[in-house]
């Protein structure tokens, strides 16, 4: 993994879900297959994408990133980056907002309890 793949998905996420006709779905490599398969690579590809986007609640493209790639990565890996989560949102504010688009989803309760105790604001 190097830069340019996390640059590169990150611009293809952005781009898939600016467009006018990205309703449901941008159908990207992020939603596909990054948080399931390639964990690391998809939490670096969040971050990317954080830090390119307006961290606001009322932003489409920040509601699909907390509602669709790091609920999947959590959903599917949580145990494994909670420790990570909860670091981001200590010392970023922007990641803390964004965790409070998340929802349960699949995680247990401890580590859903974790990820609400992270949360600025659920929205």
């Not at 998809?42 to 606001?56: H, P, Q, Y």
């Not at 790091?70 to 965790?99: C, K, P, T, W, Y």
């Not at 609400?116 to 929205?123: N, Y």
Request: hydrophobic share 45%; glycine share 6%; with cysteine.
């Amino acid at each position: 993994m190097n830069v340019s793949d996390i640059t590169g998905y990150a611009d293809e996420w952005i781009e898939g879900w600016s467009r006018p006709d990205a309703e449901d779905t941008a159908d990207t490599a992020l939603e596909r297959e990054l948080p399931t398969n390639k964990p690391e690579l998809c939490w670096k590809v969040i971050l990317e994408i954080l830090g390119r986007i307006d961290a606001e609640p009322s932003n489409k493209l920040f509601q699909v990133l907390a509602a669709g790639p790091l609920e999947d990565l959590l959903a599917a890996h949580g145990d494994a980056f909670i420790d990570r989560v909860e670091a981001e949102a200590a010392s970023n504010s922007r990641f803390a907002l964004l965790l409070g688009g998340v929802w349960q989803n699949e995680m247990d309760l401890d580590l859903w309890s974790r990820v609400q105790a992270c949360q600025r604001e659920a929205w």
